[in-house]
């Protein structure tokens, strides 16, 4: 009886054995790594880079240039209607001083048109440029971290105007990031230290 319960209690015990031994292995190949996600403000990047302020700043500057360029024409544009003033119209000399007035206009219209073009196409390399710059900055950052994902976290400013409302709330992507680390310091500071990127 002694040798029927050992026996018994021995298999009893082996079958559990490999009961929980087909178990565990199971259980590790259905357990994924935890990802790591990190988050990064491409606004406060662009907002806190140094060398964005500085961007700023020599637009401000340039501004001035060409916004006393423009007052310059604009004066001209008053002196030379001041002038047709003086002429009698219906007179060659009217007629002559009004072609003068029309192309003064013309010169500061399109003098205005120019300008507005160049600061568009300045401000679209730029911040094109110091996005790829942020995107490589996270990527170093992220990879220096052991980050699996980044992801942009940029908070809506409230009020939103009407017409940006969808727009505004539909690249809204992260609602909440609790468990993430937010990387934004360090790619702004790698930004400014970036020897490639030049306002």
Known sequence: MNGKTITTGILAGALALVAVMQYRPAASQTTAPATRIGLVSIRDVFNGSKKHALYQAQLAKRAGQTNAQLDDLAKQVQEEERE???????????????????????KLRNQEELIKLQRMTEDKKWFEDLYQEALRATEVVAKERGLDLVLERSEPRFPIPNEEMWSTLGTHKVLYGGGAVDLTNDVIARVDASASLQP
Do not use: I, M, N, W
């Open 84 to 106: 047709l003033k003086t002429v009698r119209p219906g007179t060659a000399d009217h007629l002559k001083q009004s072609q003068v007035v029309l192309e003064a206009r013309s």
